[in-house]
């Protein structure tokens, strides 16, 4: 798919009656914007020295969320200064657009998908580590805090809170829809494109460190006598040395996974027929 309406802007430069600059955005991002101005250009003041960045958090949409912003179509950074009569076209991080030639607004991206969760995300971080992903979370940590240890670590922040995802620090974030925590995951797998890298049972749920698998003898200890007889694969976490097998409980976590990844493929495939 190619990123439409990449000249936009070729005519309309210039400051003549203009007070200030056109702006559109496309696909998700109108979902913060009021209805009026959706899926089309509008005009918002320009203030002094105004960049890309001001003018598109001006309109309430966090800078997290967008990945390609041309003015007068051609692509630039965050923190490009803004003139009164210019036309800027704001795309949102979406990893299936081939933006080709065209820069995108962050330096490169993260390459291995670790997450950061905000303090009211914990179980969402429960079900994206059950599938393999690096999620840390901390029940006591402020913004700040969140913020700080996702940059020092290239984490994703995954929040429901816009304001956190507006912080200046924040250079990759997710604003999370859904309050439902299965929703909540595929949200989150759509987004970053991960179907494909989901590793069921490979994290420990409590702690985010890795499971390793080990012999039933290696754990028998540790076993209520029913799962002893009955189960035959068990894993320890390196970290918190929990032990997980599979029963009755890995086979409805299992159900869960293989739910919201089922419902990604079918939301795929409308959108390859439908364009
Ligand atoms: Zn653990």
């Known amino acids: 798919m190619s990123v439409p309406d990449a000249s936009a802007g070729a005519e309309g430069?210039?400051?003549r009656g203009h007070a200030g600059v056109t702006v559109r955005f496309y696909e998700e991002l109108n979902l913060f914007l009021p209805p009026a101005v959706r899926k089309r250009p509008f005009e918002v003041p320009l203030p002094e020295g105004g960049t890309a960045k001001a003018?598109?958090?001006s309109l309430g949409v966090p800078h997290t969320e967008v990945d390609l912003v041309l003015v007068n179509g051609e692509s630039v950074g965050f923190s490009h200064r803004l003139s009164l009569g210019?036309?800027?076209s704001v795309y949102p991080v979406f990893e299936s657009w081939d933006i080709g030639?065209?820069?995108r607004v962050r330096a490169a991206p993260l390459r291995v998908t670790r997450f950061q969760a905000d303090v009211h995300l914990g179980r969402l971080a429960r079900l994206?580590?059950?599938v393999g992903f690096d999620t840390a979370w901390g029940?006591?940590?402020d913004d700040?805090?969140?913020v700080a240890a996702a940059l020092r670590e290239r984490r994703i922040v995954l929040s429901r809170d816009r304001g956190l995802l507006k912080r200046r620090l924040v250079t990759h974030g997710y604003l999370v829809r859904s309050l439902e925590p299965r929703e909540q995951l595929g949200e989150v797998l759509g987004r970053f494109d991960l179907a494909a890298q989901v590793r069921l049972f490979s994290r420990c749920m409590d702690c985010n460190a890795c499971l390793a698998r080990v012999s039933r003898i290696s754990v028998l200890d540790d076993l209520p006598p029913v799962v002893a007889e009955t189960c035959s694969e068990f894993s320890r976490c390196v970290g918190c040395g929990k032990v997980y097998w599979r029963g009755t409980?890995?086979?409805s976590m299992k159900r869960l996974a293989d739910e919201v990844l089922h419902r990604l493929a079918g939301a795929e495939l409308r959108r390859m027929f439908t364009g």
Request: hydrophobic share 40%; no cysteine.
């Open 55 to 57: 003018v598109i958090e």
């Open 86 to 88: 210019d036309r800027m």
């Open 13 to 15: 430069r210039g400051t």
């Open 139 to 141: 029940r006591e940590q």
């Open 101 to 103: 030639g065209l820069s």
């Open 249 to 251: 409980h890995w086979e």
């Open 128 to 130: 994206l580590r059950m």
């Open 144 to 146: 700040a805090a969140i």
